[in-house]
Every structure is written in C-alpha cells, then in structure tokens.
C-alpha cells in the first residue's frame, strides 16, 4: 500500500529553527510537495523536490533522499504567522495514471 | 478569475438529500482536481479532470459521488442521498497541465459541509 507519515503537532519558539520531517512508502515516485495550510484556509504550494538534496526558498528549505523515502521541511527564523498545518504530499505512477496522496499533515504551532 | 473560486462556501444539509458543489478553476487550466478533508485529517483524492474528460475516479468513495466537468471550466461534485459521514470540506484544485505528475496545484478556499 502506499503510506505518508507525519508528526501529528509540533511547538516552536518565535525566532527559532523547526524541522517537519515526512517519510513515505509508495509505489514509484515522481516528486515530493510541501503545502501549508492555515487554518480554515486552503492549501498553498511552498517546495517541490524531485531529486536528492536540499532546496531553498528565503526561510523555507526542503529536503529529500529517494533512497530513504525521506524528506523534511526546514523553517529557519519563524515566525507567529507560520502556525499552521505543513502537509507532505507524493506524486507516483499507479494504475496508468499520475497519483497524489498527501499525508495528514503536521499542526506547527509557533509560541512568543 | 484570479483564483480558483469554489461555491457555496458552507452547506447544512438534511441526511438523505442531494447537493451539488462548484468549483471554477483559474482560467487557462486544463487539470481538475477533487478532494475531501475531514477535520484534522489529509486530504483524499476524489477524482481528476483533464479537459472535461476524468482519466481518474479512482478516489470517489462510492457511487453516490460524480463529477462533470463541462466546457473545460467549471466542475460540479454531486452527492446523492447524503449521510452523516459525508461531511467534510471539500477541496477543488487546478493546474496549468498535467506535466507527468509535477504540476503544482492551486486550490480553492472549500466548501464546508454539514450532513444533520
């Protein structure tokens, strides 16, 4: 079966550094997604990884190893308006079509 | 429109009774997507739209749920005979293509439904 895990709730301190981790087990994979999802918003893209390594985005940083079905989300220097839900998301082939399942996502809460 | 624009943004509705949900995608977008997100969950692939062709309804949980997508644009997701279990947001996204699976997808702002 395919299957995303993710820390359920994370706390941080205003300033500091978080690192959201998401591990998956799918049947081939074609790129990893990151989302965040404010509460009672809809969700806003924020990283795409497709190859091994880390990508930044001003205080956004995604990474991803293939081989471990590994990749975590890096927010340096957070901030109040950062509590939100980060949501892991895998792209695979299955059945001849392009698949997307997301994980349930992780609940950051971001305290003064 | 500048954004993906779903309507109505809430519904209460009766167990047992049918209700439509709509979704215009951003303009000059030719993939459509469907999910559902039940309160403190992910989000569950409905069903996918490619023009107004749907390559994929592997995510429709039974067969109270359809789709239709007509002229390219706009996109209704039926539910008939509505039950309890049904209620969730319900999450409408588009993308420019279906580039092998990469695309990013915008997403409306829900409609939020409660089955009594």
């Known amino acids: 079966g395919q299957n995303i895990d993710q820390p359920t709730e994370m706390t941080a301190t205003e300033g500091a550094i978080v690192q959201i981790n998401c591990t998956y087990q799918t049947s081939g994979f074609n790129g990893l997604f990151w989302y965040q999802q404010h509460a009672g918003e809809a969700p806003t893209f924020l990283s795409y990884n497709v190859l091994d390594g880390l990508e930044e985005k001003g205080r956004f940083s995604s990474f991803l190893s293939r081989s471990k079905g590994y990749s975590y989300l890096l927010l340096k220097e957070l901030q109040m308006k950062d509590s939100a839900s980060y949501l892991c998301a895998v792209s695979f082939w299955m059945d001849s079509s392009y698949k997307l399942i997301f994980g349930s996502g992780t609940r950051l809460l971001v305290r003064p | 429109g500048a954004g993906v624009s779903q309507s109505p943004s809430n519904k209460v509705t009766e167990k047992g009774k049918d209700v439509e949900l709509r979704c215009d995608p951003i303009?000059?977008?030719?993939?459509l997507y469907w999910y559902r997100q039940s309160l403190g969950q992910g989000l569950e692939f409905l069903i996918y739209f490619q023009g107004n062709s749907a390559p994929d309804k592997s995510g429709l949980p039974s067969d109270r749920f359809s789709a239709e997508r007509t002229g390219g644009s706009v996109s209704t997701l039926t539910i008939q005979r509505t039950q309890q279990e049904d209620s969730a947001v319900y999450l409408c996204?588009?993308?420019?293509?279906?580039?092998?699976?990469?695309?990013?997808?915008?997403f409306g702002p829900g409609t939020r439904l409660l089955v009594l």
């Open positions: 996204a588009s993308s420019p293509s279906r580039r092998g699976g990469r695309e990013t997808q915008y």
């Open positions: 303009s000059g977008h030719t993939a």
